[in-house]
């Protein structure tokens, strides 16, 4: 990438968002460093606050340039998570400070180092087409996306359909890319469900187990039973779901009690064999059979979903492969991303920067890493986006 006039810094940029201490859902001065950032290339911006009762209020942007024509959303989130222990980090984790060839800070990677690419690569066609863009570019900033996904980018999505701007393809700038910058452009996620499980027995003395109903042994059975038999073996685009235990608690001081209750917490992470609903009562039948007295409370983060690979896949591809000179993959692994959210209004396809450092300590990106993935989406939105009249 050649900065020159009119063309903004990635790495700058990234610089400026990092030192905006926006822990979700506080909005931290990163929105209000985007709207100083935006307003001047021609952006119209607009912040917008949704509630729910028992959550808490978030502050979302959405910013515009153009009229009409094809429309190009860059989707992304300004809340990062906590950075733990300061004194733990080389740097201060909201400095933003650039060490050799790092820029260090809580969200380097997840994901203002995205964001700030996307704004340098809307500079540079600016600036390569003479002011004009051939369409209409979008921001859909969310500081909802590592909290609990409420009051951020499903209810964006709807306020802007019903203001009839939806787009027509959307970018978003998640960390995807696993050994090389932008070798996998994500086309769709598995789902997500949590469970939390409660085995009930009667309580009792260990030297009586007769006596008792031992909930702990019932617990062992049904994780057994959850473990040892697999969902599936992965679909055309997904990898086999997995369920893995996070949590086995039983909070019992005595070793001569059989407690009366055991509990487990698990994540399953299913593909497109499957929808919540379908894992759920599979998990219902297998824990019933080893313990009928439970409880099993589900609360499912997102559905698995494929997003048809079409022409935004095909421009991202294309746009890697004129700068790093390889083409990438399509993939669907990792978490749940605010994609999901997206891809029932239009194509949507996650780039970004590799996940290594995403939530560690130390957290930080390569400089030249910046400066490509901004000449990517420049690219991209070049193929799709007709030159300007």
Known sequence: MTLGEGVLSPVELTQTLLRCPSITPDEGGALSALEKILTPLGFTCERVTFSEPGTPDVENLYARIGDSGPHVAFAGHTDVVPPGDPADWTHDPFSGTLDGNFVYGRGAVDMKGAIGAFIAAVSLLLHERGGKLGGRISMIVTGDEEGIGVNGTPKLMEWLKARGETPDWCIVGEPTSKHALCDVVKIGRRGSLNATLTVRGTQGHSAYPQKADNPVHRLVAALNRLTGEPLDSGSQRFEASTLQVTSVDVGN?????????????????????????????WLRERIAEAAPKHDLEIQVSGESFLSEPGKLAQALADGVADVMRYRPGLGTDGGTSDARFIKDYCEVAELGLRSNMAHQVDERVVTGDLLFLADIYAAAVARLLPEPE
Not at 253 to 281: C, M, Y
């Open 253 to 281: 001081p005595a070793t001569n009690v059989i407690p009366a209750q055991a509990t487990a917490k698990f994540n399953v992470r299913f593909n497109d064999l499957h929808d919540s609903a379908g894992v759920e009562a």
